[in-house]
């Protein structure tokens, strides 16, 4: 155990409230994933249904154990010139006392390390998943896999530290992340960005109908993504002593709620329907927004942060048409987008009444250093994803393939990576039952001809 954790440890009680607040919002967090997969699973076709649904779901594997093995270490450990961490004696998390609490930057919070671990780990395991909407029905569930071990090593845990961990050069800056703005969205926006760009476009992308297959699904998954953000925002205060927590928690559904609305409204205008996947979408845009942003504004500031996201994430996903990148699902223009919104809005509507008395332009003495410094988070994190994440796709995509054939996409990548399909229509017509019935149909209809 670290000396300066001991000490501080010995000056702070565990807080019963805290910790099951804590544990509770973690609970939540993790909720997200099967949301995000059912959100997700409900926009792609037939066809890809079972296999959107696995890629989000592997990661609950796949990163939960590499979280123990290194991952906290590398995002929360002691800083390594301000691009990494690392503590050994987390590394299995064999040395932890269950009693030890949580202590960085000099302060020691009333919680558990291993709650504060658990926590963090739900962030680390939905980042991943997030990119798996912009590749939907062409790539390999084997290369996916790989390809989340490895983008979680080089990409999430050291842009966590960046972002979170006591040292880290954006920590350090003062950039201001409540939640995930920089670390979780853009970050997860810009690697699928740099992915699609070196895997390709799908088969008769902008050609054939790409429709969602069942809106009632993504209606779902988009309530328990609102549901479960609850925890995943509010709780990134670690307790709610002081009441920034409770802020958050305002904050968050009011910014969601202003961004549905907004998105419907631009969306009437300009398409002339208020559409379900468009009321959906837009609620996950202003959660991505308000994630950077809702400790440090006030509720009226929360409105106008969701209602730009959600006027301007609406605009975004369109210009994969123009532009041509495929972007299946949209990541790009809701995550990517409203990430970045929401963490430049920051240096316009801190109202230095929140998690830090730093303020925008419109508040205090109109300063512009905030904004300077969430420009500066949003462009590292950003370059730095897309690029890291680009050279990944591309040695996969040159060593072991990325993609299924063209063959198996057409015919639909279920049955191609996975041997099942969503839904059983082999019954759909009746069966045996059918045949029963149109049998006496088609005597009797013969004997009439006799006739």
């Known amino acids: 155990m670290a000396p300066a954790i001991m000490m501080a440890a010995d000056k702070v009680e565990l807080s019963p409230a805290n910790t099951g607040f804590m544990l509770i919002c973690s609970a939540l967090v993790m909720l997200m994933t099967p949301g995000l997969a059912f959100f997700y699973g409900g926009m792609v076709r037939v066809k890809s ?24 270490s590398l995002a929360f450990g002691t800083d390594s010139g301000s691009l990494i961490g690392w503590n050994s004696d987390w590394v299995g998390l064999s040395s932890v006392d269950k009693g030890e609490l949580w202590s960085s930057a000099g ?11 658990v926590f963090q780990l739900m962030f680390a395991i939905i980042t991943p998943a997030l990119i ?13 896999a790989l390809f989340i071990a490895l983008w979680a090593t080089v990409v999430y845990f050291p842009v966590a530290h960046w972002v979170w961990g006591d040292g880290g050069w954006a920590f350090d800056m003062g950039v201001i992340d409540f939640a995930g703005g920089t670390a979780v969205h853009i970050n997860a926006g810009a690697a699928a960005l740099g992915v699609i760009l070196v895997i390709g476009k799908r088969v008769g992308f902008k050609k054939d109908p790409m429709r969602p297959h069942s809106l009632p699904l993504v209606m779902l998954g988009a309530g328990l993504l609102w549901f479960g953000w609850f925890g995943f925002n509010a709780g990134s205060w670690l307790g709610n002593d002081d009441g920034v927590g409770s802020l958050m928690f305002v904050n968050t559904q009011v910014a969601t709620a202003a961004a549905m609305l907004a998105w419907l409204i631009y969306e009437k205008i300009r398409h002339g329907a208020f559409t379900t996947l468009g009321a959906a979408s837009g ?40 532009f041509g990148y495929d972007d299946s699902l949209d990541v790009v223009g809701v995550h990517l987008v409203g990430g970045v919104v929401g963490s430049i809005l920051i240096g316009f509507f801190a ?21 300077w410094k969430q420009l500066a988070g949003v462009g590292g994190v950003l370059a730095y994803s897309l690029i890291a994440s680009a050279l990944i796709a591309f040695v996969l995509h040159k060593t072991i393939g990325m993609r299924v054939s063209e063959d198996e996409e057409v015919a639909g ?36 001809v006799d006739a």
């Open 49 to 72: 249904t079972l296999n959107m649904l696995m890629m989000s779901f592997i990661s609950l594997g796949i990163v939960t154990i590499l979280w123990v093995l290194y991952g906290f």
């Open 107 to 117: 302060t020691t919070y009333n919680i558990p390390l291993l709650v504060f671990f």
């Open 132 to 144: 798996s909407g912009a590749l939907a029905d062409r790539v390999k569930f084997s290369a996916w």
């Open 283 to 322: 609620a996950v845009a202003g959660l991505v927004a308000i994630t950077p942003a809702g400790g440090s504004v006030t509720p009226i500031g929360a409105i106008a942060v969701g209602a730009i996201a959600g006027v301007l994430c609406a605009m975004a996903v369109g210009l994969k048409y123009k």
């Open 351 to 371: 109202s230095g009444k929140g998690q830090s008395e730093a303020t925008g332009v419109f508040y205090g003495d109109h300063s512009f250093d905030q904004l």
């Open 413 to 448: 990548i279920d049955q191609a990576e996975h041997a099942e399909t969503a839904y059983d229509f082999s019954g759909a017509g009746g069966g045996a039952a059918k045949t029963a019935v149109t049998a006496p149909v088609a005597a009797a209809a013969s004997k009439k």
